[in-house]
């Protein structure tokens, strides 16, 4: 399938390749897996431009070629993703993680350390990408992370060995159904959002993702509205909720969480300018 023998003229061939089966990161996406082939850095192929990958790698850099010229997500190609600075494992049983979901553990951190919150429950956990952040960069002393898939608690598990994170204990629940009688300074979560008539557009790529980590019924709103009814039990006095938002639902979700009687809200835009995080103080 690729002309080539060595890295120049293979990222010349792949590069085409994808661009011809309408990639338009054709470039960037050759390099990423050719980068992750060799096991090397990107920004070292220039000086190996002259390289001829084993029989190996030549079949290795071809399969992966393939794959995304089919629209697999690169996450899912190399099996890892990059999210607050650390990498994360993932597969096909977790959303990978998305740059803007960064947004909510960046005021998750700001919260807990100007108003001293030292608990944080993390529903919807998925990789485990939001806890692990937050165990990394913050200074909880309870941190509980929860998700009704066991396959995304096995790989949120792994996650957190391979950044060497602690304090996180994983409870597998749907919703709040084995959440335990407690309460924390602070619940976070990016959960589902996506209605079914939103997923039925979405480009290909994300239909690789668990459909059950995007859509939710009640028109996209189905967790939000648990969260806001059911979360009271589960938040001291002067808590914080911080929800990731569906950016087409967020004044839905806004009077949702008015209609609780939840104080302060607040929504957050995204570096694009959409609505995209919910924080909240239980009063
Ligand atoms: C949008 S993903 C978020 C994953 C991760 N927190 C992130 O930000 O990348 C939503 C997660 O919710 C989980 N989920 C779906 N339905 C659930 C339910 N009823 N109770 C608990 N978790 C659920 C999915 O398994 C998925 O991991």
Do not use: H
């Amino acid at each position: 399938m690729l002309d080539g023998e060595n890295v120049y003229t293979l990222l010349k061939t792949a590069t085409t390749f994808l661009k011809s089966k309408g990639l338009s990161e054709s470039k960037s996406d050759a390099e990423v897996l050719l980068s992750f082939v060799l096991q090397t850095k990107r920004s070292k192929l220039p000086l190996l431009r002259s390289q001829k990958p084993t029989d190996k790698q030549m079949l290795q850099y071809e399969n992966y070629v393939l794959k995304r010229s089919n629209r697999e997500p690169l996450a899912y190609i190399t099996g890892f993703a990059n999210f607050m600075g650390f990498e994360f494992k993932v597969d096909k049983d977790v959303l990978i993680p998305r740059p803007e979901t960064e947004i909510l553990v960046e005021v998750a951190l700001k919260i807990a350390k100007e108003k001293n919150k030292k608990s944080v429950l993390d529903l919807c956990t998925g990789s485990g990408c939001i806890a692990i952040s937050l165990a990394k960069l913050g200074v909880f002393e309870d941190i509980v992370a929860s998700d009704i898939s066991v396959n995304a608690l096995a790989i949120a598990k792994e996650n957190v060995l391979i950044n060497n994170a602690s304090n996180i204990k994983f409870i597998e629940s749907d919703i709040f159904e084995k959440i335990p009688d407690c309460k924390f300074d602070m619940i976070v979560s990016n959960p589902p959002y996506v209605t079914e008539y939103e997923y039925a557009d979405l480009e290909t790529e994300l239909k690789f993702e668990p459909k059950k980590a995007l859509t939710a019924q009640d028109d996209g709103l189905f967790f939000y509205k648990e969260i806001a009814t059911n979360i009271t039990k589960y938040l001291t006095v002067n808590g914080y909720i911080i929800l990731e938002l569906n950016s087409n639902k967020a004044e839905d979700i806004r009077q949702i969480f008015s209609d609780n009687k939840y104080a302060n809200i607040e929504i957050i835009n995204d570096y694009c300018g959409l609505p995209r995080v919910l924080k909240a103080v239980k009063s």
